[in-house]
């Protein structure tokens, strides 16, 4: 099936476009009153994520109201770490947490290998009914956690401010932590080909906490995994090209290393300015990237103001697709949203063409 609107997957390639494509991460969320009552209805987080019904139709709410140029799965970074038995659930306002945790080699060891046809077919399947239900309007992104930010909330059981478990456990324990990642690499590399097969056009790995590492380790435990599962990944389906694109949450420093991984965009934070960011990896790769999300909280005027001068900070040619430096959070009005996506697709017409 032709897409009607494939401006994403091309900047992402680096081809020509007529204006910036945008997206955002957490586009399918509690910011919008539609997703806050379909998670009522659902009960628990889980069964939202498990029934791809309702994953269907969450993931397609925020395209209903906005122009976004991609839609996303809706599921959850730690459906794998769930799918190996640890046993992941929410408690309100806390964020996910695991019953059981990873602390001793003997741990690792244990470790059941992740049958993705069977273990995690809700997701495979929420991914097949979401393209026929998208019927080629936008592309569809697939995506998955890194195996170091997995491996954080195995051993931690949960969220963590300073991920000091995790972190002694990769000090004390190299080897263990290595086994654990290489078990997550493999785990990750076949869910997203099982993605790509069902119908996801591009996906993104989401290295949320590879911030947390000095750059020596950053490397060694984080961002080799990725370089294995990008070799890996199908390089096509349907005919075309299925792009990768790396988000590395404060990894501004490691841009070079990240362009170099098999990529094809780089996600950004907000920390790291896009033309600063461009003119060091120049044209290796595209960008994706990057309002601080809190802008969203701020006047419409603000918003139009900050997504023109990331445009501009980009400046002319192809290879950016607009992004938030990270998700949107709960408490963001819809309109707002509405404003940042119409300044990207007015604004970013200059820079084109």
């Known amino acids: 099936m032709s897409l009607k609107n494939d401006r994403f997957l091309k900047a992402l390639l680096r081809e020509d476009v007529d204006v910036t494509p945008v997206w955002m991460m957490r586009q399918a969320g509690r910011y919008l009153p539609e997703y806050r009552e379909i998670r009522k209805q659902a009960g628990d987080f889980m069964t939202l994520c498990q029934t791809p019904q309702l994953a269907c139709e969450v993931t397609l709410q925020p395209l209903r109201r906005y122009a976004f140029d991609a839609a996303i799965l809706f599921s959850d970074i730690l459906t794998i770490p769930d799918a190996m038995g640890q046993g992941l659930y929410f408690s309100e306002g806390e964020g996910p947490k695991f019953r059981k945790v990873i602390r001793s080699a003997k741990d690792v060891e244990q470790l059941p290998d992740v049958n993705i046809a069977s273990e995690l077919s809700y997701v495979t399947d929420a991914v097949s009914l979401i393209r026929k239900e998208l019927n080629g309007s936008v592309p569809l992104i697939g995506f998955s956690g890194s195996p170091w930010t997995l491996a954080t909330y195995m051993i931690e059981g949960g969220g963590s401010k300073d991920f000091r478990i995790a ?101 950004l934070d907000w920390t790291t300015d896009i033309g600063t960011a461009r003119n060091r990896i120049g044209d290796r790769v595209a960008l994706q990237g990057n309002m601080d999300p809190t802008m969203l909280y701020a006047s419409a005027e603000a918003i139009r103001k900050e997504v023109a001068s990331i445009l ?23 309109d707002n949203v509405a404003v940042f996506v119409e300044a990207v697709h007015e604004f970013s017409h200059q820079y084109h063409g």
């Open 167 to 267: 972190k002694q456990f990769m000090y004390d324990n190299p080897e263990a932590m290595h086994q654990l990642l290489e078990k997550l690499a493999s785990a990750v590399s076949d869910y997203l080909n099982a993605q790509i097969r069902a119908g996801a056009q591009a996906v993104q790995i989401f290295d949320t906490w590879g911030g947390i590492l000095t750059p020596a380790s950053y490397q060694e435990f984080s961002l080799a995994y990725m370089n294995k599962i990008i070799a890996r990944l199908l390089p096509e389906n349907e005919g075309r090209k299925v792009p990768v694109i790396v988000f590395t949450k404060n990894g501004g420093q490691w841009l070079e290393s990240i362009a170099d991984s098999g990529c094809h965009a780089v996600g």
């Open 312 to 334: 501009q900070s980009f400046g002319k040619g192809n290879g950016h697709v607009f992004n938030l430096g990270h998700g949107i959070t709960p408490e963001v009005s819809p």
